[in-house]
Structure formats: structure tokens, C-alpha cells
């Protein structure tokens, strides 16, 4: 009896562990799966803000072409009117006033574009290292004696290729908000390190990529931001401070770094402390991998400068122009006829084509969005049939002359002004009586 009772006891302890083991198998399942569905969760919510971001940065770059159109109209006007006032003082006065705040609008729209990651840039190869020691004076000095400034760079920093002066106004944006959140007084570090992301771990943001990288932190112990602040940091005109502000500083973060091939992530908690990560790809040049830096397309100005006068060439380029917008069209076209070419007015793409078939062109100057075909298009078609015909694009923003698949392409940025259509032509006919023909 003694034996059927220690037996009994004996499989009762071994069912108790029996449930003990499969009730901690139970809450290790359980807590595996919460885990998982709180990454799933955390990976949605970062892909949900990267589509909507993408989708704000269409359409806050299709704003800016529309907006430098109309700027484009006003400034032409004005350069205009200001060869006929004479030496009326109050009249150029008030002129002078108009032309500043066509300008003001011109900034706007190269800030829109910036956040749409359409600005103009000038890559080139950066030491970050070399970069940050240069700037640490002015940072510091800048921030006020209240931030404590530390650098933390690692040695053997790899080169990225980035567009140096507006990299700079990123760091003092970011160190300016930083001290703004820290109320004038608390630490800031600027930290660089070279990271290589795999596929796997480039999964893991949704905006990112495997290669090489380097990691440039800007972190401080300010008072952070909420969820729902994170969530609608990089979005245009959200900020959370009430005394003039843009609001355009994280997102002109965001879509610089974006358009230099990087991606940004933003770590910060309601407690206390911000770290904006920005991943800056490493200069493939400085790999020696085989790939090429994007040529960039020679760009002809982008501001409203000073009207000079309009004095015709001895012998004009006859210029196919190309734009849907009927009173650009003409304002266009009469300043290019006063400085003596021969221009034709076109509307659509299609129709370009059809002139290009059946007449005999110098110039082909377009704008780059056309309803119907773009100018993109228009231009590789034209370069492809009609190879002796120079190319030129209007655009807000420069043009990717290998991801578009074209050559020799000219930019002119908008709001252009008189003098520098003349400067383009000009170049244009005297490259052109010195290069034999191209047909």
C-alpha cells in the first residue's frame, strides 16, 4: 500500500511539472507573439508614415512647379515694365518692392522643393569628420553658452557624397531645435559612425536600403516628443511651437537627406531626449565599386536678378518652345523674339514632334510637365531622332541626367529672369558656330 501511494505521488508531481512546463511554454508563446505583433504594429506604422510622406512630397512639389510658374508670369512682367518707367523714382521704387517679394516667393518654392526632395544640390565628397570640427566653433558659439557641445566621431570616417551647404543647415537646423527643446541649456552630441546595412537589417525601415552608410546622430537631453508629435514630425507646416516658425525645418531634413540617397530615423520618448539619426550613404567613388556618381545637368540660375537690357544678337537660333501655360507661353516667347530669335510657340509635346519632323530647329525648350507627354519624354525623343537640335528643360528643379536616360541636357531653373535666358542662348549659338553639326 505504501508503494501504491508513493507511486501515486510520484505522478502526481510528474503531471504537476507536466503543467508547470507547458503553462511557461504557454506565456513564452504568448509573450514571442506579443512581441511580434508589436514589430508587426511598429513596422506598419513606420511604412504608413512613409507613404504619407512620399504622398505629401508629391504633392507639396507639384505645389512648388505651379507657384514657380506664377512667379515665373510676375517677374517676367516686372523685368519688363522696368525698361519702360524711365527715371521715375517712385515707380522703380514700388517695382523694386515687387521684384523682393517675387523673390521671397522664389525662396518658398526652393524650400517646398526641398521638402518634395527636388531641390537643386551640388554633391560632393564631405569628410564628415574634417566637416564637423570646422563647424564646431560656429555651432557652439550659435547655440549659446547654455548647450554644452560634444563631438563624437569615429576615426577612419568614410566619405559620403552629399550637397555640403545644405548639409550644413541641416546640422544647425537640428542643433537649433535641440536647444529650443532643451530650453536653452542641456547637452548636445553630434555623433558619426560608419554602419553597413544588410537586406535584413535595411528591412527593418521602411525608407531604407542595404549598403553602406554613414550614421550621423544628432541627440540631445531635451524634452522629447509624444507619439503622436513623432508621427507628424517630418510632415510640412507641423510644428508644435506658436511664435514664428516655418515649419518646414524637419522636413526639409527629411527630404535632403532622401534626395542624397539616405533615409532619417527619429528616436525620442515623452520623458525626455531626442536622437535624429541621419543614415548619409557612403561616396561610391570612394569604394571603388564600378558605380558613378549622378551627373548633374548644367543648370543655368534660379533667382530674379537685376533687369539689364535686351540688345539682340546679330544672328538669332531658331527655337521650338514648349509650354502649356498660354501666358508663360507668350511672355516667354516675346522676351527670346526681342533678343532677336526666331521662335515657335507650341503647347503640347505632341505637337513639338510633329514640328520637329517637319521643320528645322536650333533649340528645343521645354518644360517638363506638359498634360499629355512630358517634356522628359519630349527631350529623349528629341535626342534620340533629332540629334543636332540642343535641348533645353524648364524646371523647378535639376533633372537626373542618367536616370532619365539623357545627354547633354541644360536646366534652366525657374523663376528665370531676362538675363538669364540671354546668357543661355548666347552660350547656345556660340557653342554652336564653333562645334561642327551633330546629324
Known sequence: QGSEVTEQQRSQMELQEYRERLEELVRERTRELSQSEAERRTVEAALAQSQRLEAVGKLTGGIAHDFNNMLQIIGGNLQLLRRSLGHDETAIRRLESAVSGVEKGAQLARQLLAVASRQSLQPQQIQLGSMLDEM???????????????LDIDSGLWPVFADVGNLQTVLFNLAFNARDAMSGGGSLLLRARNRSLDAASAAAWPDAGPGDYVLLSV?????????????HAFEPYFTTRHESNSGLGLSMVYGFVRQSGGFVVLESEEQGGTAVHLYLPRDPEAVGSGETRPEPASVVG???????PVDAPSAGLDILFVEDDPTLRMLTGEVMSELGHRVTLIESAETALEQLESHSFDVLLTDVGLAGMSGIELARRTQEH???????????YPVDVHREGLRDLRTMLKPYDIHQVRTLLDNLQAERALAPRRG
Open 136 to 150: 564646431r566653433g560656429l555651432l557652439a558659439g550659435s547655440l549659446g553658452s547654455g548647450v554644452r557641445l560634444e
Open 302 to 308: 534660379a533667382s530674379v536678378a537685376t533687369p539689364v
Open 386 to 396: 533629332h540629334p543636332d537640335v540642343d535641348v533645353v528643360i524648364a524646371s523647378g
Open 219 to 231: 541627440i540631445d537631453d531635451g524634452s522629447g516628443m509624444s507619439s503622436e508629435v513623432r508621427t
